[in-house]
Nanobody, 124 residues
């Protein structure tokens, strides 16, 4: 059974940082890329970042490039999203998802498995 479980969300002031984790089971990071997505109230789900399976190539949305590095720990089957210099517009529910192979450019339909999401709120 495949499971993706996000954690690490919360309330933070503008300019602050949070580190999200995506704990995976039932999928191997040697074969699956892990993407991070977010969905704000009333908006469509959008891609944030992705890390590919074998070569660890990363992709980022322009809105987070340079602020949200993504990494993974093969031993623990966990992927991390370090969120720095957070802005109010980063407020959303953040999801991780698994896609076979390499990052496809945030195509929602390409992802086979999704987590339940974790809320991130950036407010003063």
């Amino acid at each position: 059974q495949v499971q993706l479980v996000e954690s690490g969300g919360g309330l933070v002031h503008p300019g602050g940082s949070l580190k999200l984790s995506c704990a995976t089971s039932g999928v191997s990071l040697n074969y699956y890329a892990i993407g991070w997505f977010r969905q704000a109230p009333g908006k469509e789900r959008e891609g944030v970042s992705c890390i590919s399976s074998t070569d660890n190539r990363t992709d980022y949305a322009d809105s987070v490039k340079g602020r949200f590095p993504v990494s993974k720990d093969r031993t623990k089957t966990t992927v991390y999203l370090q969120m720095n210099d957070l802005k109010p517009e980063d407020t959303a529910v953040y999801y991780c998802a698994a896609e076979l192979g390499y990052c496809s450019g945030f195509v929602l339909g390409a992802y086979d498995y999704w987590g339940q999401g974790t809320q991130v709120t950036v407010s003063s």
